[in-house]
Structures are given as structure tokens and as C-alpha cells.
């Protein structure tokens, strides 16, 4: 099943691109754990989203302080938490391999978060740009 749906548009055509983006990525992921080969992409996309991430995250801030929006400053902490845990995972998996246990805790966070903030944090930020 895709991750991306049309109901996660925020109505910001670049956002709204670079979020399917991220929402493809982690679907490549989740076909390659099905297929056993889970180890192999793993540390492919988190070094992705680690450059990925930079980009996306910089464009929505940029967005942000554009229109003076007052929740710049949460919104920017709710993305570093994003970046330190990549990079948390990533040095995790490098110190101590790809065990099954840490995929799984990875594509559970990565879901989780993009979902929960696009849904939630982005869209408010959409509403207020409207
Ligand atoms: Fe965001």
C-alpha cells in the first residue's frame, strides 16, 4: 500500500511534491524489507533522508518566515527531532548492523512521524497560509 494519498496535499505544490517524494522513498523501503533486502536499503534512505530532509525541511521554513508565521519556531524544533533521529539511527545501525529489531523500529518511526506531521503540523501551518 502507497503512503502517499492525495488527502495529504497541503495545497503548496512544491511541499506537496517533496512530501510525496519522502512518502516514496520510504515505500521503496518498506518493498525491499518485504523482500528480504531490508539491511541493503536501509542505510540507502536514511542517508537520503538525511540529505533530503535538509532541503524539504529549509523550503517549509523558508515558507514560514515569508508569511511571518508564529509558529515558526515550534515547527523548526519538531524538525531537528526529525534530523537528530535519523541520524541517531543511522549511527546506531552502523555501530551495530541492520538487525530486524532496528528496521522495524525505523520504518515505524519514519511512517509514523511523516504521517503524524504532515497531517497535523503541516496542514496547520497550510491553514494559516490560506
Ligand atoms: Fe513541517
Not at 31 to 43: D, L, M, T, W
Not at 51 to 56: L, Q, S
Not at 85 to 102: F, H, M, P, T, Y
Request: aromatic residues 10%; contains cysteine; hydrophobic residues 35%.
Amino acid at each position: 500500500m502507497a503512503m502517499w494519498k492525495d488527502s495529504l496535499k497541503i495545497d503548496v505544490p512544491l511541499i506537496d511534491s517533496e512530501h510525496k517524494e519522502l512518502c516514496d522513498r520510504i515505500d521503496q523501503l518498506f518493498a525491499a524489507c518485504s523482500q528480504g533486502k531490508g539491511k541493503e536499503e536501509i542505510v540507502k534512505t536514511l542517508e537520503f533522508l538525511e540529505g533530503y530532509t535538509i532541503k524539504h525541511f529549509s523550503d517549509e521554513e523558508k515558507l514560514q518566515r515569508a508569511s511571518t508565521y508564529p509558529k515558526c519556531k515550534e515547527h523548526k524544533e519538531l524538525h531537528e527531532f526529525f534530523k537528530k533521529q535519523i541520524a541517531d539511527l543511522k549511527k546506531d545501525i552502523s555501530e551495530n548492523g541492520a538487525s530486524i529489531a532496528v528496521i522495524s523500529k525505523t520504518n515505524y518511526f519514519l511512517m509514523n512521524w511523516l504521517l503524524n506531521h504532515i497531517q497535523k503540523v503541516d496542514k496547520e501551518l497550510a491553514g494559516y497560509l490560506k
